[in-house]
């Protein structure tokens, strides 16, 4: 049998994970993703198949900017970012689903972000 890969190792961890962690109305799920270039976080809610805010380094605020590259300043940025939209939304609790990857680095960052801006999870 073949090694796993690092891509297929995280998918796994993210369908284990996904078992347990779902999103309610009440309690919404913060999704995160680390591509090799961008930073995507989502607060869905998973009874109705609706995403509530989202936030990526795609977006014409951070596409702009000579200094977004996928580290860890940038998932701060994110992170506040994404907090700051939830509470617009009236969303402040939510749980936290990593996707996959391991916390640290950047999903801590963009987590510790999420929950000094107002996100409680």
Not at 2 to 27: A, D, L, M, N, Q
Not at 54 to 80: H, I, Q
Not at 94 to 101: A, K, L, P, S
Request: net charge positive.
């Amino acid at each position: 049998m073949p090694t796993p890969t690092t891509k297929s190792r995280i998918e796994i961890r993210h369908r284990r994970i996904r078992k347990r962690v779902h999103g309610t109305p009440e309690r919404p799920r913060l999704a995160v993703h680390f591509s090799g270039q961008h930073i995507y976080a989502q607060v869905i809610d998973d009874q109705a198949g609706r995403t509530l805010a989202a936030v990526n380094t795609t977006e014409k605020d951070f596409a702009a900017s000579k200094e977004t590259r996928p580290n860890v300043a940038t998932a701060e940025k994110v992170g506040r970012l994404v907090a700051e939209r939830s509470l617009s939304s009236n969303i402040r609790r939510v749980v936290f689903d990593r996707g996959g990857f391991t916390y640290h680095g950047k999903v801590k960052a963009l987590a510790e972000a999420a929950r000094a801006g107002g996100l409680e999870f």
